[in-house]
């Protein structure tokens, strides 16, 4: 009797591991087709954007032409006349804009990352990366309201000239918020570099500074570098704050005290309904994004060329 308990419960193990490995077999066989058809929606998402501006882009350019679109220094598309649509103040005022806020980010972001990865202590880093990391999470339209009725403001006291709406503020407050991504992905990078060389240059009687600078800072240089052009992008494609802080009026100047449209502006402004649908003004919107995403996909190019050469170097 005992005998054939021992068996039965031998035969129960038997088939709930032939149960347990067939549900395993079956997982192993559903998960390669869930990750294959999350990249392919990935990939058809990215195709059918690509196909939408250029599509919509080449109907714009049946009305206007691509030499006025590139050349001419007007963007008043809302005008009673013909309109004109010259891209370059829009594209002047985006660089204005990104060019503030790098100068801005890029110091307190690699200084608050080499901070991080060579001089705090274990406590103190994880106290201080997720203060960090908790400004990106504010949206984007609360920086806005915050440029407008703070920054502004308090830049006014020091600069009299500088108007309501203007460059500098909202350039200053995407600069803060595209900081703890330079921070943080660079951070990452500074700490992949393996600490033998770092004990190797202790070795020789380099400071901690000098190992900081000389030695991790061009160890990780990729991932820096990496970290920068996606926070440029970062600030290229943002879009509340300049919409609420930074005006409307495209200007063709270097001017970072007068009201300023970028890119983006211009896109939320025809959006809110100001256009009709099949307009000129409407089809701009598709050739404004066109030239935002050129801008962007030659920095990403750029960047990786640029990455890898430096990771080439140092390997």
Do not use: C, H
């Not at 274990?122 to 407008?148: D, H, M, N, Q, S």
């Not at 901690?208 to 991932?223: C, H, M, R, T």
């Not at 502006?265 to 409407?282: L, P």
């Not at 598709?286 to 990403?300: D, E, K, Q, R, S």
């Amino acid at each position: 009797m005992a005998n054939q308990n021992v068996n039965s419960l031998s035969i129960q193990k038997l088939i709930e591991e032939k149960k347990k490995q067939n549900a395993a077999g079956i997982i192993e066989k559903i998960i390669p087709i869930v990750l294959l058809s999350a990249a392919v929606v990935s990939v058809l998402t990215t195709i059918g954007i690509v196909l939408t501006l250029i599509f919509e882009t080449i109907t714009f350019f049946q009305s206007v032409s691509i030499l006025e679109f590139l050349t001419t220094k007007k963007w008043y598309p809302f005008s009673e006349n013909e309109g004109a649509f010259g891209i370059l103040p829009l594209v002047l005022g985006t660089l204005k804009v990104t060019f503030i806020a790098i100068i801005v980010a890029i110091p307190i972001g690699l200084t608050s990352a080499i901070y991080l990865s060579e001089y705090a202590s274990e406590r103190t880093r994880r106290i201080i990366k997720p203060i960090l990391e908790v400004l990106a999470g504010i949206p984007t339209i609360v920086y806005g309201f915050f440029a407008l009725t703070f920054v502004t403001p308090l830049l006014r006291e020091i600069i009299p000239g500088l108007e309501l709406f203007n460059a500098l503020s909202p350039g200053i407050v995407i600069g803060i918020m595209i900081t703890p991504m330079i921070a943080s992905l660079s951070e990452d990078a500074l700490v992949s570099v393996p600490n033998s060389m770092r004990e190797g240059a202790f070795a020789l009687g380099s400071t901690k500074f000098e190992v900081a600078l000389k030695v991790v800072l061009p160890a990780a240089i990729s991932g820096i570098i990496s970290s920068i052009v996606l926070a440029i992008s970062r600030a290229i494609g943002e879009t509340m704050i300049v919409a609420i802080a930074g005006g409307s009026t495209p200007n063709v100047d270097w001017n970072v005290t007068n009201s300023i449209q970028t890119m983006t502006a211009y896109i939320v402004q025809v959006s809110q309904g100001d256009a009709g649908y099949g307009t000129t003004i409407y089809y701009s919107i598709y050739a404004v994004g066109m030239t935002l995403f050129i801008f962007t996909l030659i920095m990403n190019l750029i960047a990786q060329y640029i990455s890898r050469r430096f990771r080439e170097e140092y390997e």
